[in-house]
């Protein structure tokens, strides 16, 4: 999911102390951390909504992880990205069986073809920093959520390996929790893992709040 703009979150640190930081917990100077890790994080997302009968991966991408709750945990798994490029080809996953995973090109922003409370939990996964206006997305993924439902953001933090790498503007911990708190989510917590290379944020769609304007 790409995004013309970028909100204002501060400045960016400068590319020399981020590979100061990075030299300093034995991080490597290339990608190859991440590709190590996905497996794991896909496992811990689908650990985390393994109650969940219906995800929506907003930002699927390739469909890699929607593709992985579908098969794994047999959940119905909707993917949306605004570009369809990438996406699988899904008779080819079906092989002559059914498959619980569907894929859409959609703005993550206007999800018209889902009524409130359609499902049960929403994933982002290296999405919310591509989005021009996060809190339009996140208001709209709150409005398709159950009362109880879950939503989950896996991304890059500011300050990370990952800034050393791409150099694009992330959030920190406490901008994401802002950033949930004001489109109306409970029980926010955030946190970093993987020697603080990822943020790891989820907050609850509340039966008793209004969704943010």
């Known amino acids: ?25 034995g991080l490597p100077d290339d990608d190859g951390f991440y590709d190590k890790i996905k497996p794991r994080l896909c496992s811990q997302i689908g650990e985390e909504l393994r109650e969940a009968r219906c995800v929506l991966d907003l930002g699927c991408g390739e469909c890699e992880l929607g593709r992985f709750l579908a ?8 993917g949306v990205d605004l570009a369809d490029g990438s996406f699988p080809d899904l008779q080819e996953l079906r092989g002559g069986a059914p498959t619980r995973l569907r894929c ?41 959520l159950r009362p109880g439902g879950e939503l989950l953001i896996v991304d890059f933090p500011r300050g990370s390996l990952a800034q050393r790498l791409w150099n694009e ?10 950033l949930l708190a004001v ?31």
């Not at 995004?3 to 030299?23: H, L, N, Y």
């Not at 090109?105 to 206006?133: C, I, P, S, T």
């Not at 503007?169 to 802002?178: K, M, N, V």
């Not at 290379?197 to 943010?212: C, H, N, P, T």
């Open 1 to 25: 999911m790409r995004a013309a703009t970028r909100t204002d979150r501060g400045t960016i640190p400068s590319r020399r102390s981020v590979e100061a930081e990075g030299r300093a917990v």
């Open 71 to 78: 098969e794994t945990y047999s959940q119905e798994v909707i």
């Open 104 to 144: 859409v090109k959609a703005d993550a922003g206007r999800l018209d073809f889902l009524a409130a409370g359609a499902v049960d939990a929403v994933v982002m996964l290296w999405a919310l920093h591509e989005l021009a206006q996060a809190r339009t997305v996140l208001v709209e993924a709150r409005r398709v």
């Open 169 to 178: 503007d992330y959030f920190t911990p406490q901008q994401a929790f802002d």
């Open 183 to 213: 489109t109306g989510y409970a029980d926010i917590t955030v946190r970093l893992v993987e020697r603080r290379q990822v943020l790891w944020a989820k907050g609850i769609r509340s039966a008793s709040k209004e969704l943010a304007s």
